[in-house]
């Protein structure tokens, strides 16, 4: 045999015993005979002497290739069980996130963000859209746009929290001055004012959000609490107008059991103004704790716009006519699902949350 055929044996030998191995250890047992002196290989190079002068460059070209294709098939034997290996690691190691959170509870909206999307589906379905602005307001959007003067008495209706901005004047007070006072807005009244500058009448919307006044807390009050207020300004707008649009927001929101009613009452922004009044939805009319035994619970307040407020905003209340309306996201909370005292839906306690 030939020492060209010797050193292909070799080679298909040792490729063979690497084709054979099952894991990196029997690989590793197999580098000495692979690689070392006492290798097939190995004794073929001590045999070069012997190899005639003319034949040795072809010889030691063959010996070289052949350790190359050893080495590389040897490469990939290793590279794979390696692979292997950290599959096999990482696999032990792994953490199933997935199993966790499915088993964990998971977290959901608010009961007061559950309420006040519930109703700004409800009018967004009767055609309003729905508004909103900021939380730091001017005493002019607040009280004066809404005919509330410094004087007026019925400023003392709200508990109002101003703020101390230091030497900073960048808001304007609506009328493109510097503001002097800069206070917590005590309704979303304002965002009225801001949507009637802003954009010509037809007007049709709701104003959600958050509102702050200086109350104790109690079971049926909270420094921090959310409103949603209703706009609507068009040709030919009637007190009719506004007791339809709240008798057909009672039956949508609480059912069809629940009717609405109307009572004579003073708000300095509209003229007339009332008290919205509905069906108790404990007893539905039939008279209860709850309602007194009258049969009925208040929900909030509204009437027609005040001329005044209408000229504030630059529109002609010769021309259009409106009627706005307001009651607490808070309050409807607590009376759609029977909760006694407003200070659990803060508290923050998971086993109330849970419930809703």
């Given at each position: 045999?030939?020492?060209?055929?010797?050193?292909?044996?070799?080679?298909?030998?040792?490729?063979?015993?690497?084709?054979q191995?099952?894991?990196l250890?029997?690989?590793?047992?197999?580098?000495?005979?692979?690689?070392g002196?006492?290798?097939?290989?190995?004794?073929?190079?001590?045999l070069?002497?012997?190899?005639d002068a003319?034949?040795?460059?072809?010889v030691?070209?063959?010996?070289?290739?052949?350790?190359?294709?050893?080495?590389?098939?040897?490469?990939?034997?290793?590279?794979r069980?390696?692979?292997?290996?950290?599959?096999?690691?990482?696999?032990?190691e792994?953490?199933d996130?997935?199993?966790?959170?499915?088993s964990?509870?998971?977290?959901?909206?608010?009961?007061?963000?559950?309420?006040?999307?519930?109703?700004?589906?409800?009018?967004?379905?009767?055609?309003f859209?729905?508004?909103?602005?900021?939380?730091a307001e001017?005493?002019?959007?607040?009280?004066e746009?809404?005919?509330?003067?410094?004087?007026?008495?019925?400023?003392?209706?709200?508990d109002?929290?101003y703020?101390?901005?230091?030497d900073?004047?960048?808001?304007?007070?609506?009328?493109?001055?510097?503001?002097?006072?800069?206070?917590?807005?005590?309704?979303?009244?304002p965002?009225?004012?801001?949507?009637?500058?802003?954009?010509?009448?037809p007007?049709?919307?709701?104003?959600?959000?958050?509102?702050?006044?200086?109350?104790?807390?109690?079971?049926?009050?909270?420094?921090?609490?959310?409103?949603?207020?209703?706009?609507?300004?068009?040709?030919?707008?009637?007190?009719?107008?506004?007791?339809?649009?709240?008798?057909?927001?009672?039956?949508?929101?609480?059912?069809?059991?629940?009717?609405?009613?109307?009572?004579?009452s003073?708000?300095?922004?509209?003229?007339?103004?009332?008290?919205?009044?509905?069906?108790?939805?404990?007893?539905?009319?039939?008279?209860?704790?709850?309602?007194q035994?009258?049969?009925?619970i208040?929900?909030?307040?509204?009437?027609?716009?005040?001329?005044?407020?209408?000229?504030?905003?630059?529109?002609?209340?010769?021309?259009?006519?409106?009627?706005a309306?307001?009651?607490?996201?808070?309050?409807?909370?607590?009376?759609?699902?029977?909760?006694?005292?407003?200070?659990?839906?803060?508290?923050?306690?998971?086993r109330?949350?849970?419930?809703?």
């Open positions: 045999m030939s020492v060209h055929e010797q050193i292909a044996e070799a080679q298909a030998e040792a490729v063979a015993s690497i084709e191995s099952n894991d250890e029997s690989l590793t047992a197999l580098e000495p005979s692979l690689f002196k006492k290798s097939q290989l190995g004794s073929l190079k001590r070069m002497g012997e190899v003319d034949d040795r460059a072809s030691g070209e063959a010996l070289n290739e052949a350790q190359r294709i050893i080495r590389e098939a040897h490469g990939v034997a290793k590279e069980f390696l692979s292997a290996t950290r599959r096999d690691q990482l696999e032990a792994r953490l996130l997935t199993e966790s959170l499915e964990s509870p998971q977290g959901h909206l608010h009961l007061v963000t559950q309420t006040m999307e519930r109703l700004e589906d409800v009018f967004v379905g009767m055609g859209t729905v508004s909103e602005g900021p939380q001017t005493d002019w959007y607040n009280f746009a809404l005919n509330l003067p410094a004087a007026h008495p019925a400023r003392s209706m709200f109002t929290l703020l101390d901005l230091g900073r004047t960048e808001i304007g007070d609506g009328q493109g001055g510097e503001a002097t006072n800069i206070l917590l807005r005590t309704h979303t009244s965002v009225q004012i801001r949507v009637m500058e802003m954009m010509p009448p007007i049709y919307t709701v104003c959600p959000g958050r509102v702050f006044r200086r109350d104790t807390a109690d079971a049926s009050h909270m420094p921090v609490f959310h409103q949603i207020e209703g706009l609507v300004v068009d040709h030919g707008i009637s007190l009719a107008d506004l007791a339809g649009t709240l008798n057909e927001f009672t039956a949508a929101y609480f059912g069809g059991s629940i009717r609405s009613r109307l009572r004579p003073y708000f300095p922004f509209t003229e007339p103004s009332a008290e919205f009044d509905i069906t108790c939805v404990i007893c539905e009319g039939d008279g209860c704790q709850t309602c035994r009258t049969g009925w208040e929900l909030g307040g509204c009437g027609m716009v005040h001329p005044n407020v209408l000229t504030n905003c630059g529109i002609d209340s010769e021309e259009w006519t409106g009627f309306f307001g009651f607490g996201i808070d309050r409807l909370a607590i009376m759609r699902y029977g909760i006694k005292d407003l200070r659990d839906m803060y508290t923050n306690d998971i109330f949350l849970r419930q809703f």
